[in-house]
Every structure is written in structure tokens, then in C-alpha cells.
């Protein structure tokens, strides 16, 4: 982990932060001075299918248009012991001086209303207890973490009760993170530019606490531009002001290059989006989701679960067909 300074990546991304969004502070230290660029995982579930069959006529494609880019990890309730896996993972960009993305995804019935990705902890107080182990074992070191995809546009199947302490858990990680994790941007799910509108969304992630969080992050495992997701995510930190203060926000465009076709299932026809980086019209461009791993039993993913790597929709996302 470097020591920090001001380096010209920051001079750049201060400059491409969209105007609504200056003046918000930022709720930790800042971990993109810390490290010289975002890490690359070697062992992706993109880059450990290419290592698996290296003789495949699709494998040169996915590791240089996949594998070898800069992506999260996904962590939930298969991840085992969960300090010991983040702890490994931050660990392992640390020593090479880079910037890990991670995603955390397990809060009680996840996709509630979707349905593909069910599961997560089994009670809110196992889940507070994860999120906390999370946090803790990220301690000193910089990282950006993405929390709960789903969480905040996935209401209509929810009743109150399940509602009110969904934005509890959400609230308290945040909280775990400002205390155990400070040198992390933590941005909070808030869905994409064709779900849910700008000002409820501000609403949700108000009693949700994005105060207390880095920002908000959209687009997360859909298909939205990154331009409808910019105009969107301008409107919701807007909409915020309602609440005496404004957030950045970053989007994942790992699967944006075509835009949506209005479904979020593993629709075919898709593309490859810009690469992780900084601005972008957003605080930041980031892969979040994996392109190739599956959305669930759905669409060109037939047969699939979720989070399954499936070489050929990659090899297709590489060339948009």
C-alpha cells in the first residue's frame, strides 16, 4: 500500500466528476491514491477456465478481452469463511500495490423478487455478524466495495417489515465499514437507469444510509449505456439534495457496449463495455459483474446457475452477437 499523495489520476478524476456531484464529502480516505491502478485477479472464473483449456480456439479471445482486465470478486454465502476470503483476496492486491473491487452479496432472500439469485444469510442478525467479519478483515487497507446488487430496486414482493430491516442491515454495514474498513469507498446498490425512479430511489438509499457510504453504484450485472446510467445517476444525486447533501456514483459497464434490449436475464446480443477506469462520466467505469458468468437458468444462459462461467455467451459478449 503506497503512502498517501496526489497523484495525476486524481487531478483527472476530480476534473470528470459530473458538477452535481462536487462538494459531496468523502466518507473515508481515499484509496485510489494508495495504489497504482486496480488489481487484475488471476483467479477469475474467466481467467481459470482460459488456464483450464488453453487449447480451446476461444481461449486467446477470453483472456485478452476478459481475463487480463480489472474486475470485482463476488463474495456471499458460498465464499465459506468470510474473513478468510476477503482477508486473501485484499491481501493479494495489496502486495502487488493495486486496488481490489469487491462486491458483497448476501443479505437474507437476495433477489427476493428476480428470483435467479436467491439465497443469502439465513437471519439479519447472521448477516450483521458477516458484513462485520467483511469489513474487519478488509482493516487498514484500501479497497472499493459495491454492497447488496438488488438490494434497493427490489421492493414489490417485500412487505414492510422485510423493508424496513433490509435498509437496517444496509444502514449498519455501511456503519462497519466507517469503523473497520477506513480507507474503503463503500458504494451502495442503487439499481440502474430502467428500474426505479431517480427520486425514490434517492429515497431508498437516504434511510438506507448512503450518507454514510462513499456513493451509490449502478447498472450492476445489467445492460443499461453508461449514458442513460450517467443522466440517471445525476438525477438521483440531485434528488439527494433533498436530504441536505450529495454522492458520486460509479457503473458497472461490463456488459453495456450495446446497451439493453429490455431484458436483464442473460439476453443475447450483448457487448462488452469500457474497462474499469476512472471518470467516465461517473466517479468511476467499473466491471463489476463478469461478463461470460450467467445471470441464471435464462435467456442464452439456458441450463445455467447463477454465477456460472459459460465460455461461449463471453466469446459472443466479445464480439456483440
Given at each position: 500500500m503506497k503512502r498517501p499523495t496526489l497523484t495525476r489520476a486524481l487531478v483527472t478524476l476530480a476534473a470528470l466528476i459530473p458538477a452535481v456531484l462536487l462538494g459531496a464529502p468523502a466518507a473515508h480516505a481515499d484509496p485510489i491514491s494508495q495504489t497504482s491502478g486496480f488489481y487484475v485477479n488471476p483467479s477469475s472464473s474467466p481467467a481459470a477456465w482460459v488456464a483450464a483449456n488453453p487449447g480451446d480456439g476461444r481461449a486467446a479471445a477470453i483472456r485478452t478481452a476478459i481475463a487480463q482486465k480489472p474486475m470485482a470478486s463476488w463474495f456471499g454465502n458460498w465464499s465459506g469463511d468470510i474473513a478468510g476470503a476477503v482477508r486473501g483476496y485484499v491481501g493479494a492486491a495489496d502486495a502487488v500495490d493495486k486496488l481490489p473491487l469487491l462486491v458483497a452479496y448476501n443479505l437474507p432472500g437476495r433477489d427476493a423478487c428476480g428470483g435467479h439469485s436467491g439465497g443469502g444469510a439465513g437471519s439479519?442478525?447472521?448477516?450483521?455478524?458477516?458484513?462485520?467479519?467483511?469489513?474487519?478483515?478488509?482493516?487498514?487497507?484500501?479497497?472499493?466495495?459495491?454492497?447488496?446488487?438488488?438490494?434497493?430496486?427490489?421492493?414489490?414482493?417485500?412487505?414492510?417489515?422485510?423493508?424496513?430491516?433490509?435498509?437496517?442491515?444496509?444502514?449498519?454495514?455501511?456503519?462497519?465499514?466507517?469503523?473497520?474498513?477506513?480507507?474503503?469507498?463503500?458504494?451502495?446498490?442503487?439499481?440502474?437507469?430502467?428500474?426505479?425512479?431517480?427520486?425514490?430511489?434517492?429515497?431508498?438509499?437516504?434511510?438506507?444510509?448512503?450518507?454514510?457510504?462513499?456513493?451509490?453504484?449502478?447498472?450492476?450485472?445489467?445492460?443499461?449505456?453508461?449514458?442513460?446510467n450517467s443522466n440517471y445517476g445525476n438525477r438521483v444525486a440531485a434528488e439527494l439534495r433533498r436530504f441536505g447533501y450529495s454522492k458520486p456514483f460509479v457503473i458497472d459497464t461490463s456488459r453495456n457496449g450495446n446497451g439493453s434490449n429490455g431484458q436483464w436475464c442473460n439476453p443475447g446480443g450483448r457487448r462488452l463495455g469500457t474497462p474499469t477506469q476512472l471518470g467516465g462520466g461517473a466517479e468511476m467505469l467499473l466491471w463489476l459483474k463478469t461478463p461470460g458468468e450467467s445471470d441464471g437458468n435464462c435467456g442464452v444462459g439456458a441450463g445455467s446457475s447463477a454465477g456460472q462461467f459459460l465460455p461461449e455467451v463471453a466469446y459472443k459478449m466479445i464480439y456483440g452477437y
Open positions: 439479519v442478525g447472521a448477516y450483521d455478524a458477516w458484513i462485520s467479519s467483511f469489513a474487519g478483515a478488509i482493516g487498514n487497507r484500501p479497497a472499493v466495495v459495491v454492497l447488496e446488487p438488488d438490494s434497493l430496486g427490489d421492493f414489490n414482493c417485500m412487505s414492510q417489515t422485510q423493508i424496513n430491516e433490509r435498509v437496517g442491515m444496509l444502514s449498519r454495514a455501511l456503519a462497519q465499514f466507517r469503523a473497520k474498513a477506513p480507507q474503503t469507498w463503500a458504494y451502495l446498490d442503487a439499481g440502474n437507469s430502467g428500474w426505479v425512479d431517480a427520486a425514490t430511489m434517492a429515497q431508498r438509499l437516504n434511510q438506507a444510509g448512503v450518507s454514510g457510504a462513499r456513493g451509490f453504484a449502478l447498472n450492476v450485472s445489467n445492460y443499461f449505456t453508461t449514458g442513460e
